[in-house]
């Protein structure tokens, strides 16, 4: 069945680097993404990965894709205060049109 | 670009009554949009797929005739929530797909409407 894991939790502090790990189940995904969800609002789509592309990265934001062991990692580098939110790890299966998401990590900064 | 918005932001109704939200594309034409709902502290549930000019698709488990919605433009999805219930007091967030941009396939999230049923 499609799954997508995730840990609830992340603690870190300012100026460190964080990183947001996810496993998925189904191997036929196709694109696979990061939205981020602050208090209160809607989720925004941070980045997205295609199923054939092992890395990628955009200014602080960098997505690691192992297809094999169907993992996908979010790092953000020299994580700020305005970085605390809930990050969502999510995958659309090939032929689709759902998005599968996880249950969400709760990134907290810590001073 | 790519800017959803939704209205109203915030509602509160008395049990029974009927509220409906809508799903705006602001730059950008979706001939599908998704319905969501977001329980405090979980993930965001599929309730229906949306597409324009045709019937909506609902998820099992999600009663077609308790959340009307109706998608009569490219810019625009309504979801009705009829005779509402305080158990439908949730966190409503729809998306809605570019139809321009079929090779990244990219949903962009309105930012929710907060549901409060007394």
Known sequence: ?111 | GAVVSQHPSRVICKSGTSVKIECRSLDFQATTMFWYRQFPKQSLMLMATSNEGSKATYEQGVEKDKFLINHASLTLSTLTVTSAHPEDSSFYICSARDSQRFYTDTQYFGPGTRLTVL
């Open chain 1, 1 to 111: 069945g499609e799954d997508v894991e995730q840990s609830l939790f992340l603690s870190v502090r300012e100026g460190d680097s964080s990183v947001i790990n996810c496993t998925y189940t189904d191997s036929s995904s196709t694109y696979l993404y990061w939205y981020k969800q602050e208090p209160g609002a809607g989720l925004q789509l941070l980045t997205y990965i295609f199923s054939n592309m092992d890395m990628k990265q955009d200014q602080r934001l960098t997505v690691l894709l192992n297809k094999k062991d169907k993992h996908l990692s979010l790092r953000i580098a020299d994580t700020q205060t305005g970085d605390s939110a809930i990050y969502f790890c999510a995958e659309r299966p090939y032929r689709d049109d759902k998005i599968i998401f996880g249950k969400g990590t709760r990134l907290h900064i810590l001073p």
